[in-house]
């Protein structure tokens, strides 16, 4: 009788979140993600290193890195938003379920009756944790990285405002948040991707392959305020949280934008797994 009463209550647990978190905290992708995030700041002050030249002397980012742990914090966003960072939130959106089919251990993960449903949100919670993981993780890092190599002076914009480190330290949490809302799109699109196909390389590329078609269109001056509407438009607005009176605008509206196209590509993933005929 005991055997009888608890089978049904096997399934259930057949993928909670914490065992679906300690698999992929183990995997050779998510390892190689975080090595790649802490390599960057010590990869751009080496570079700033070896190429010499006069800190705070320009008028961008780029020339203003050296000015201290918070200008290389910005730079370092700067430099990873076009492209790294989608690339980090693909894999992790991406690569989540084809990674199983391409295991071929998909079927048995559904094998026992636990719904569809169950099984694509516990992936879609722990990408989601860890890519929460991975943008709080690489501003911290360059900010210590950077304060160790340059000092702990006040962020300086290039248009010569500055920022207190404390006052810097109350933006940076309003610059992550927006990037996580920004690339929520790109995590919508891989995490569709990934139940369309059983190539994790095809899920991550496709995902990929759509943020850069979009910014190449968005080059393109002729489509005025339609270019609003583009995934990746407004990647970055969270430059606005480092000017001394903060405008939001931009920001509210690249969230909307991106929060329109993460519901609509969530919720056709969910759609489409719970039909698909699953054969690996």
């Known amino acids: 009788m005991a055997t009888t009463a608890s089978a049904p209550e096997q399934p259930l647990a057949a993928l909670p979140v914490r065992a679906e978190l300690r698999r992929q905290l183990r995997r050779r992708r998510t390892i190689g993600i975080f090595i790649v995030l802490a390599l960057l700041p010590l990869v751009l002050v080496a570079a700033f290193a070896l190429g010499g030249g006069s800190p705070g002397s320009g008028p961008n980012f780029v020339d ?43 079927r048995y993960l559904l094998a026992a009756p636990v719904p569809r449903s169950r099984l694509l949100a516990s992936k879609l919670i722990v990408a989601a944790v860890f890519t929460v993981a991975s943008m709080i993780f690489l501003p911290v890092w360059s900010l ?35 990037l996580l809302l920004s690339l929520a799109v790109v995590a919508a699109f891989a995490f569709a991707f990934g139940v369309l196909t059983d190539a994790p390389l095809a899920a991550v590329g496709g995902a990929v392959l759509v943020m850069i078609l979009s910014a190449i269109l968005d080059q393109i001056p002729a489509l005025g305020p339609i270019a609003d509407a583009l995934p990746g438009h407004f990647a970055f607005a969270w430059a ?24 609509i590509g969530i919720g056709f993933a969910f759609w489409w797994f719970g039909r698909k005929d699953i054969t690996s």
């Open 64 to 106: 203003l890195a050296q000015n201290g742990a918070a200008n290389l914090t910005v730079f370092t966003l700067f430099a990873a938003t076009g492209f790294l960072l989608i690339i980090v939130v693909a894999l992790f959106f991406g690569d989540t379920v084809p990674a199983e089919a391409s295991f071929g251990t998909l």
């Open 144 to 178: 210590v990285v950077g304060g160790l190599a340059y000092g702990w002076n006040p962020y300086l914009a290039p248009t010569g405002d500055q920022l207190t480190m404390t006052e810097f330290a109350f933006r940076l949490p309003i610059i992550v948040g927006y």
């Open 240 to 263: 606005s949280a480092l000017a001394p009176a903060i405008d939001f605008s931009r920001m509210v509206s690249g969230a909307l934008w991106s929060l329109g196209y993460a519901i």
